[in-house]
């Protein structure tokens, strides 16, 4: 099993909808999470982390963590044309909670 | 607030040739990564420093892969000789020290290897 997986995509939305994106992880002791935007050709950019089970909301960004059932995961209400990008999930490991592992990503697209 | 910075942006060179990265991280930002990032995959860590020292270098693979950072601030990453599998595009990103939570990393813009 791997780390960190993540649905490969591509996640085709319409515009103004939610688009969902899933993470699950291995690590049962990992504390910290991230979601990371990458537009192509571009480097990750930090959009949102959480460390504490429940929702976490910033903007039209809500992540949810859930950490019994090792799931973490990234809303985008009232999606736009720009958040066409692929989202990476990130996650520390239990055993260095400074060492985080990304996952392969999910493409994202949203329909005009 | 300056961003992370990286040179060269891209690179193409020969098989069997070195080849060197730059970085330099943000301000203050104690900790400095290395990623290897192919295409459709998620960064991959080579190595990670703390000030002046590596930390983690589990990853790096130290036949051809060698990494410094002198008095904690830059960083260089070379690769003696490159493989034609080496073309990737390799990041550096930095962080703060956040004491019991992983640190958010930000990165840089990244250099594109291609090795013919």
């Known amino acids: 099993q791997k780390e960190v997986e993540q649905n490969s995509g591509p996640l085709s939305v319409p515009e103004g909808a939610i688009a969902s994106l899933n993470c699950t992880y291995s690590?049962?002791?990992?504390?910290?999470f991230f979601w990371y935007r990458q537009y192509s050709g571009k480097s990750p950019e930090l959009i949102m982390s959480?460390?504490?089970?429940g929702d976490k909301e910033d903007g039209r960004f809500t992540a949810q963590l859930n950490k019994a059932s090792q799931y973490v995961s990234l809303l985008i209400r009232d999606s736009q044309p720009s958040d066409s990008a692929t989202y990476l999930c990130?996650?520390?490991?239990?055993?260095?909670?400074?060492?985080?592992?990304f996952g392969p990503g999910t493409s994202l697209s949203v329909i005009p | 607030e300056a961003g992370v910075v990286q040179s060269p942006r891209y690179k193409i060179i020969e098989k069997k040739q070195p080849v060197a990265f730059w970085c330099n991280p943000i301000?203050?930002?104690?900790?400095l990564y290395w990623y290897l990032q192919n295409l459709g995959q998620g960064p991959e860590l080579l190595i990670r420093?703390?000030?002046?020292?590596?930390?983690?270098d589990s990853q790096l693979p130290k036949d051809r892969f060698s990494a410094e950072r002198l008095k904690g601030v830059d960083s260089t990453l070379k690769i003696q000789p490159a493989e034609l599998g080496d073309s990737a595009v390799y990041l550096c990103?930095?962080?703060?020290?956040?004491?019991?939570?992983?640190?958010?990393?930000?990165f840089g813009p990244g250099t594109r290897l291609t090795v013919t």
């Open positions: 990103a930095s962080s703060l020290d956040m004491g019991q939570h992983a640190a958010k990393q930000y």
């Open positions: 690590d049962r002791g990992s504390q910290s």
């Open positions: 959480i460390y504490s089970n």
């Open positions: 990130a996650v520390n490991l239990k055993t260095s909670y400074d060492k985080v592992i």
């Open positions: 301000s203050g930002h104690n900790t």
């Open positions: 420093y703390e000030n002046e020292e590596a930390v983690d």
